[in-house]
């Protein structure tokens, strides 16, 4: 069973940085697909940044060029490194997996209802 737990939270100004972390446990996590969601206060959650197991990614147009996904398979986990942070990142994020199994996921799982393992969300909150 999938298990996911984010931590790196919290709350920054305007350009600012943070680091937020994917802790995973108990499957393959090397085969797999990861990926990081956000949603806001009454908005639709949205997919920010998605890595496969082969290591390429994909971005959100709102975040390219601020933001980078990556993955330590030795330590199990997902991190998103945000910079240049704006109010309108202000959200819950999420960290997602797709484990298939039986063999590895090498095409990038774009979609919320795509991946079968998600966490509990950490607020990030960006203030000018």
């Known amino acids: 069973q999938v298990q996911l737990v984010e931590s790196g939270g919290g709350s920054v100004q305007v350009g600012g940085s943070l680091r937020l972390s994917c802790s995973a446990s108990?499957?393959?996590?090397?085969?797999?697909?990861m990926g990081w969601f956000r949603q806001a206060p009454g908005k639709e959650r949205e997919g920010v940044a998605h890595i496969d197991a082969n290591g390429n990614t994909i971005y959100a147009d709102s975040v390219k060029g601020r933001f980078t996904i990556s993955k330590v398979n030795a330590e199990k986990s997902l991190y998103l490194q945000m910079n240049n942070l704006e109010p309108e990142d202000t959200a819950t994020y999420y960290c997602?997996?797709?484990?298939?199994?039986?063999?590895?996921?090498?095409?990038?799982?774009?979609?919320?209802?795509?991946?079968?393992?998600w966490g509990q969300g950490t607020q990030v909150t960006v203030s000018s």
């Open positions: 108990g499957y393959f996590f090397s085969r797999s697909c």
């Open positions: 997602a997996a797709y484990t298939a199994y039986t063999y590895t996921c090498t095409t990038s799982r774009t979609r919320w209802s795509d991946y079968n393992g």
